[in-house]
């Protein structure tokens, strides 16, 4: 006849199948008070005029279907989150109208090879972070933001955080390095409320947006809106 396990080993394997029963009932309980963290947002590139929706999820919930169909590819959004190595869901969605970043060149003069520049950047949005990236210059020997020494190099990269206000006062000095430089501005807005007409169909209670608490060592952010824009210099 078999033989049966010791009395210890058979109630440890009572409390293991009793556990994963109430987890079972756990996740499927999920609810206003426990939702799903679901991840969700918007990049529109004014470069190429397109329009993206963006997840880092792998499982998708029925209502993310209104936003990606079942071939969307992951892809990569370094034109949104530049320094972003992974992939994510990237599907096409509809342009929204949203004012554009401006670009007003103060001062531009060249002294002994360098070239001086002052600019001002406003967001009319007042979007509370801002990304400021420089390409196709050999060196930013100096900048002076708002008055403040600011970063300097050859990956000249700024990210201005609780920005809130109309504009940025910058100031360059650009080792040129032969072609004409570029000035990338990306607005990040930290909700999509902006887009709460795009939903044909509305977030149910039991899902609410992943916060930033969650891998909080990736750049890219859940219910967010990231606005690209450049512009030569």
Do not use: C
């Not at 599907?91 to 001086?116: F, I, T, W, Y």
């Not at 933001?145 to 360059?172: C, H, T």
């Amino acid at each position: 006849s078999p033989t049966r396990a010791p009395r210890g080993e058979r109630v440890r394997r009572w409390l293991l199948v009793a556990l994963l029963f109430l987890a079972a009932l756990w996740v499927s309980a999920a609810g206003a008070e426990q939702p799903r963290l679901k991840s969700l947002a918007y990049g529109l590139d004014m470069d190429a005029d397109k329009a993206y929706w963006l997840s880092s999820d792998f499982r998708l919930e029925p209502w993310q279907r209104q936003f990606f169909p079942e071939d969307a590819p992951r892809d990569t959004i370094r034109e949104f989150v530049p320094h972003e190595k992974g992939t994510y869901l990237k599907a096409a969605a509809r342009k929204v109208l949203l004012e554009p970043p401006r670009l007003d060149v103060v001062g531009d003069e060249e002294r002994d090879g360098v070239r001086m520049l002052h600019l001002r950047i406003e967001s009319p949005r007042q979007t509370p972070r801002l990304w400021l990236y420089i390409e196709d210059a050999d060196e930013v020997i100096s900048s002076v933001i708002n008055g403040q020494p600011g970063p300097k190099g050859s990956d000249w990269m700024l990210n201005y955080r609780n920005f809130g206000v109309e504009w940025v006062d910058i100031a360059l000095e650009l080792r040129p390095s032969g072609t004409k430089p570029k000035l990338i501005v990306i607005e990040q807005s930290l909700s999509l409320d902006e887009l709460s007409l795009m939903q044909e169909v509305p977030m149910p209670d039991y899902i609410a947006f992943e916060p930033n608490t969650v891998d909080w060592q990736r750049t890219f952010r859940s219910n967010n809106i990231y606005v690209r824009k450049t512009f030569p210099l």
